[in-house]
């Protein structure tokens, strides 16, 4: 079996770091981007077997990148895990649950991020 190819979209490098290197340590193969235009650009360069998407992010959020993935024929069936402090966040911007249910996610995991708990999603994902 080849090895599955994840990608990290996040604005924080600390983060896509460390998961990176959790998923690196389980046999995935991990391809880095920080905002939702560069995750774009890499998912259209190179078909991921995964996305891990975090919701808020300059110039394209989660949410968009997300329903631009569900709703084209050739990427809907990517699956995308949402890494998310919405919950927290949602009386000071303009992210809300709503959004994030309209976006058909596969899953979501709340920040900070439980990596044993996102491994668990993700291999079930795959």
Known sequence: MSKKYILVV??????????????????CEVGMAYDGVEGEQSISQRR??????DVMMPRKD???????LKSNPKTRDIPVVLLTAVGEAVPSTRYSHADGM???ADDYIPK????DG????????L
């Not at 989660?62 to 631009?68: F, S």
């Not at 900070?112 to 990596?115: H, R, S």
């Not at 996102?118 to 994902?125: A, R």
Request: net charge negative; proline share 7%.
């Open 102 to 104: 309209a976006t058909e």
């Open 62 to 68: 989660g949410y968009a990148l997300c329903a631009e």
């Open 48 to 53: 991921p077997d995964l996305v891990i998407l």
């Open 10 to 27: 996040d604005d924080d490098p600390d983060l896509v770091e460390t998961v990176s290197m959790m998923l690196e340590s389980k046999g």
């Open 112 to 115: 900070p991020i439980d990596t």
């Open 118 to 125: 996102l491994w668990k999603i993700v291999s079930n994902l």
